[in-house]
């Protein structure tokens, strides 16, 4: 069982402290991890990195080699450059939407805007090797570029410390939007290709994915609340080693007893007794002779 005191606040960047979504926005690989790990994670059970994370943030970074990321192009430069139509390419790029309540990191992006007023986005996800949570992913990154109001954050220098701060990327004019993501998997050497929005129309594919993650979204927002949690309740990690080694959390799962939630017949007030399983009659069919 976990109490937890306090509703669960994003603080991704200060564009998080005037955000309306800021109590239940949530990043695109918490969607995708499992709910209870989520649970854990909310509650300040973090999972120490592993040695296959390791392994890879190195093929990440090997593939990332030359492509600098938003701080180092340079904020002024890259709204320059943007508005010239030139074609952009950066890594590591920390981008939310307000509308969705998502953020994330995007491992390398292009983004262009031209003189007939299309921008394209070029989403590419750098993964070890598939699985199937990854297209969750890409339809997440897909709704946050989709948003008019989505955000770039950058490290600002301040007196004390350095702070991330949000600035809109779209122009305040119509434009079409092409929005297109891969999945490359490194150690294979496969990719994947995606359409998920073209002439600012989500793609049928993409449409339905894009469903089914703002549901398992809303289902860890649940855990942001304040209350109390039953871990027991939740079921285990579907890939589970049971090991220590593989994941820091199994510490506290081996201590817990999954038991299956199960479902209550509802209730109803009756006349004669107080509860009753009988649903009560609102109103009577009269026949007109």
Same mark, same amino acid.
């Given at each position: 069982m976990i109490t937890k005191k306090e509703n669960t606040i994003s603080f991704f960047g200060?564009?998080?402290?005037?955000?309306?979504? #800021? =109590?239940d926005c949530i990043s695109a690989t918490s969607v995708t991890s499992d709910l209870r790990k989520y649970l854990l994670k909310v509650n300040g059970y973090q999972q120490k990195p592993t040695i296959y994370m390791s392994q890879g943030k190195a093929m990440h970074k090997k593939e990332q080699i030359g492509i600098k990321t938003l701080?180092?192009?340079?904020?002024? #430069? =890259?709204?320059?450059?943007?508005?010239?139509?030139?074609?952009?390419t950066l890594s590591e790029v920390k981008v939310c939407s307000p509308k969705y309540g998502f953020r994330g990191i995007i491992d390398i992006l292009e983004i262009k805007f031209d003189k007939d007023n299309n921008i394209t986005i070029k989403i590419r996800e750098l993964k070890k090797k598939w699985w199937d949570s990854y297209i969750t992913q890409i339809a997440i990154y897909g709704l946050i570029f989709s948003d008019r109001d989505m955000c770039f954050y950058y490290e600002k220098k301040g007196r004390k410390k350095v702070k991330l701060m949000p600035f809109k990327v779209y122009p305040k004019i119509d434009f079409n939007l092409n929005i297109y993501c891969t999945l490359e998997m490194l150690e294979v050497k496969k990719t994947y290709a995606f359409t998920f929005m073209e002439n600012n129309l989500i793609s049928d594919q993409m449409s339905g994915i894009s469903v089914d993650a703002i549901n398992k979204a809303n289902l860890r927002r649940v855990f942001h609340k304040r209350g109390i949690y039953y871990i027991e309740n939740t079921p285990p990690c579907k890939f589970c080693m049971g090991n220590s080694d593989y994941c820091s959390l199994w510490e506290i799962c081996s201590k817990v007893n999954y038991e299956e939630e199960r479902k209550q017949k509802q209730m109803y007030l009756g006349k004669r007794k107080t509860l009753t399983k009988t649903k009560p009659i609102l109103y009577k069919e009269v026949r007109l002779k």
């Open positions: 200060e564009g998080c402290k005037k955000c309306s979504r #800021k =109590f701080d180092e192009y340079g904020i002024d #430069k =890259f709204k320059e450059d943007f508005y010239r139509g030139k074609q952009i």
